[in-house]
């Protein structure tokens, strides 16, 4: 068999084993898959005596292969995991197999058939970057990376207690054994990290022990004579204490998503919030358009909305949160956003998202209505209810919703929320901040520059002409389809010195007609003579350089986290799209638990990095200072 693809392992089933003629190589024992996990990993890295006990626990692999080695450990850790413990299972694969395939070479299997059939659910399309995919019944979350071990290792940030090095033999697949793989090995392993392999190579064990671990071998696996087995011997450092108690302060879709990331994991929470409902502010809208926001350089920000479009879809679908319309259409309204279309079809940037470039006639044919110009189709995005988005995401649990917290103050090892009033509303040992525009009235979020950002969105009632449509339009604004005879069109974006105390924000007649001239004009004659019936406005937060920030509080020069506090906010009118993956980096800091974006994008959204950028623009200009000399 000839592999084209270059990224398709070109799994066969040989004697009814797996195997990949891309290497060469079976990816399981023939003495039997399970019984060579069981002996192999789990028992060569001490398990499931070295979990015993711990509030979470971190696995990583190299190469995922066919979920096998994942499946056991989970089956393991819902027989023998402490109660209350959340297991991390941090997976890279650089060719991963198909959802279909997987079924196949899982089916024999019949001891775990209930677990693989719920990977199967999940399984993830094979598209690069990292995926994160929660089972909420067992608190295991699995984290598959998608990508070659030696480039995306160095992405990825996670303290690990456990190794299994998979991923075929060194022989058939030696860039997985590379110094570079190994290097990210040592950087990600925790103090006393325990690491298990197949292969007793002469080269993988010298290099293992150069790099702090220190190793032995053991009698191997069926056939094979010998297998490894290893401890870092790192510096101690203490392990994140996870808080008994965490406060989140907003209940908007920040707020909400940081309550469900904490409650999945069994975290108990205090959601405070000084209105007496849910999404009762910016997150309120009626309707609001979940779509991706691609860039052609790579930026954090486009990095930021694959892996966020990404996750919010598999938080819905887990969620039973409705997806409506037949996807979005991006019109193409100018020459310089065709132009744009192109280039992105012409980068592949748009297949992740399964966005496609289509001609007018095409459109025309998606929409159900007559379009004029080109555009670019997201076929999974759509519009969602964001009051119904909020409430599926946080879940059930206490709130004290209707208190107005004016400050948080430090008070021995624990934060105490006080009331206008000056009482003592709540104590915590982690406070999360998610207050939209009023975030920075809170004195430890000071240091952070966020403006307010006003939109308003407009009702209007629907005609013969536009009850067709079947898909949400943009085109720098939007026209969603007619929901019970109404569409909702938006929306203003302005910045401004607003006040975000003033609530509910007054609609304004001018940005209905802003609204309205917005309209492609042939979307426009579909409402000719049609004023709106009502709107909405709010106030949103932003920052300056238009990214959210997400992390640790920080204080003082250089910058240093303040404990316990974390801020998630200026996620400016993305919100709907960006703040579930956002609440899992938020979390995953808080409880010290395995990064669920890239490094890179993660220090992108650091709340410090405008400390940070103050910091060297005055260092840059002190009077004095000279290229090589400091005083």
């Known amino acids: 068999m000839t592999v084209t693809d270059t990224r398709d392992p070109g799994l066969v089933i040989r004697d009814g084993v797996?195997?990949?003629?891309?290497?060469?190589?079976?990816?399981?024992?023939?003495?039997g898959g399970l019984e060579e996990v069981d002996y192999v990993f789990l028992a060569g890295a001490g398990l499931p005596h070295a979990w015993a006990g711990r509030s979470s626990f971190t696995i990583a692999e190299t190469g995922f292969g066919t979920g096998l080695n994942f499946l056991a450990t989970w089956d393991l850790w819902r027989r023998?995991?402490?109660?209350?413990?959340?297991?991390?299972?941090l997976a890279v694969e650089g060719f991963p197999i198909r959802r279909g395939t997987l079924a196949t070479v899982l089916a024999p299997f019949r001891s775990i058939a209930v677990l693989a059939s719920r990977l199967i659910a999940r399984y993830p399309r094979p598209d690069a970057g990292l995926h994160r995919l929660w089972f909420p019944e067992d608190r295991v979350?699995?984290?598959?990376?998608?990508?070659?071990?030696?480039?995306?290792?160095?992405?990825?940030d996670a303290r690990v207690d456990a190794w299994f090095l998979d991923g075929f033999a060194p022989a058939k697949n030696p860039t997985m054994w590379e110094p570079v793989v190994l290097d990210e090995?040592?950087?990600?392993?925790?103090?006393?990290?325990?690491?298990?392999?197949?292969?007793?190579?002469?080269?993988?064990?010298?290099?293992?022990?150069?790099?702090?671990?220190?190793?032995?071998?053991?009698?191997?696996?069926?056939?094979?004579?010998?297998?490894?087995?290893?401890?870092?011997?790192?510096?101690?450092?203490?392990?994140?204490?996870?808080?008994?108690?965490?406060a989140v302060i907003g209940a908007g879709i920040a707020g909400?998503?940081?309550?469900?990331?904490?409650?999945?994991?069994?975290?108990?929470?205090?959601?405070?919030?000084?209105?007496?409902t849910i999404a009762a502010e910016a997150s309120g809208n009626p309707l609001g358009i979940m779509m991706p926001r691609p860039t052609l350089d790579g930026d954090p920000g486009g990095a930021l909305s694959v892996a966020a479009f990404r996750y919010a879809l598999a938080e819905c679908a887990e969620r039973g949160v409705a997806i409506g319309g037949d996807g979005v259409l991006e019109l193409a309204g100018d020459p310089a956003m065709?132009?744009?279309?192109?280039?992105?079809?012409?980068?592949?940037?748009?297949?992740?998202m399964d966005g496609r470039l289509v001609d007018a006639a095409e459109a025309s044919r998606i929409a159900g209505v007559a379009l004029d110009r080109s555009a670019v189709w997201y076929r999974r995005a759509g519009w969602v209810s964001p009051p119904a988005l909020v409430r599926a995401l946080a879940g059930d649990g206490e709130t004290r919703f209707g208190q107005a917290i004016d400050r948080v103050d430090r008070f021995g090892e624990v934060w105490r929320l006080v009331d206008v009033g000056g009482c003592v509303v709540d104590e915590v040992d982690a406070v999360v901040f998610a207050t939209g525009a009023t975030a920075t009235a809170f004195q430890q979020l000071a240091g952070i520059p966020m403006g307010t950002v006003r939109g308003q969105l407009s009702l209007l009632r629907e005609t013969d002409l536009s009850r067709r449509l079947r898909s949400a339009l943009t085109f720098g604004g939007y026209l969603a389809p007619s929901v019970g005879g109404i569409h909702v069109a938006g929306a203003t974006y302005e910045w401004g010195g607003f006040d975000p105390s003033e609530w509910p924000q007054p609609v304004k007649a001018e940005e209905h007609d802003r609204i309205r001239t917005g309209l492609p004009d042939q979307v426009s004659r579909w409402f000719d003579g049609i004023r709106p019936i009502g709107g909405r406005a709010a106030l949103r937060a932003a920052t300056p350089d238009r990214l959210p920030?997400?992390?640790?509080?920080?204080?003082?020069?250089?910058?240093?986290?303040?404990?316990?506090?974390?801020v998630l906010s200026g996620l400016g009118s993305r919100g709907l799209v960006t703040a579930p993956l956002l609440a899992e980096l938020v979390v995953s800091r808080l409880l010290g638990e395995p990064c669920p974006i890239e490094r890179e994008t993660a220090a992108a959204l650091a709340p410090d990095?405008?400390?940070?950028?103050?910091?060297?623009?005055?260092?840059?200009?002190?009077?004095?200072?000279?290229?090589?000399?400091y005083r």
């Open 256 to 276: 909400a998503a940081l309550v469900g990331s904490l409650r999945r994991r069994g975290a108990e929470v205090s959601w405070v919030d000084q209105r007496t």
């Open 338 to 352: 065709r132009a744009r279309h192109q280039r992105l079809t012409e980068a592949g940037v748009l297949d992740p």
């Open 80 to 89: 023998t995991g402490p109660s209350g413990g959340v297991l991390h299972y």
């Open 549 to 566: 920030v997400a992390g640790p509080v920080p204080e003082g020069e250089p910058a240093f986290p303040v404990a316990g506090l974390h």
């Open 141 to 156: 979350c699995l984290t598959l990376a998608i990508g070659e071990a030696a480039s995306i290792l160095p992405k990825l």
């Open 185 to 246: 090995v040592a950087r990600l392993a925790a103090p006393g990290c325990q690491l298990a392999t197949f292969t007793a190579a002469g080269a993988v064990r010298r290099g293992l022990e150069t790099r702090g671990f220190t190793m032995q071998r053991r009698p191997g696996f069926g056939s094979k004579r010998e297998c490894l087995a290893g401890t870092h011997v790192g510096a101690s450092a203490d392990r994140v204490r996870p808080p008994d108690r965490v």
């Open 18 to 31: 797996p195997v990949s003629t891309r290497f060469d190589d079976v990816y399981f024992s023939r003495a």
């Open 609 to 629: 990095r405008f400390l940070e950028r103050a910091r060297r623009r005055r260092v840059k200009e002190a009077p004095g200072r000279r290229a090589g000399h």
